[in-house]
């Protein structure tokens, strides 16, 4: 009985992962070319850039693309003097996580990573009436979702491939 009961929550944790896919991001983030000096900085949690825009540039030096600013993989770079905060639009690989507070009980959902590292948490479709707040009525515990207060939804958890 003890091993139909380990072999059903095992199920029920393979089940709870909706689907692996690769998902769109962009972010800001700064980055400068101290001296004129060539500076690189990994994009945590992207597989691969798919755009690096200036928003804002911030050295008199000129940024312009593929020359003084540019992207590798899940790399960007900045040279000659170029200082700008950038937006980033990257894919990275996320998985779509069902988790449900039935009849307000608080529920922890593991998350199988395989082997990949969590880097965030969204809700991406609620499904219950009660509110679902990041951080209030569901968090990440290590590799695990928990939800409370009647929060029930789809979470998007995002990975790095580090």
Not at 6 to 14: D, F, K
Not at 90 to 118: D, L
């Amino acid at each position: 009985m003890l091993a139909f009961k380990v072999l059903m929550c095992s199920l029920l944790v393979i089940a709870s992962i909706l689907s692996m896919t690769s998902a769109t991001t962009c972010t800001d983030t700064q980055l400068s070319s101290s001296g004129y000096r060539y500076n690189s900085k990994v994009i945590i949690g992207a597989t691969r850039i798919l755009t690096m825009d200036v928003r804002r540039k911030l050295s008199q030096s000129s940024c312009n693309s593929g020359y003084s600013y540019g992207h590798n993989g899940n790399t960007i770079w900045v040279n000659h003097g170029c200082r700008a905060i950038f937006t980033i639009c990257y894919e990275g690989i996320s998985a779509t996580v069902s988790c449900s507070s039935n009849k307000f009980q608080p529920a922890t959902c593991p998350i199988s990573t395989g082997g990949k590292h969590i880097v965030g948490l969204e809700l991406k479709q609620q499904i219950s009436s009660s509110p679902c707040v990041l951080d209030e009525s569901f968090y990440l515990i290590g590799n695990a979702i928990r939800v409370i207060d009647g929060c029930r939804g789809l979470f998007r958890v995002k990975f790095a491939n580090y």
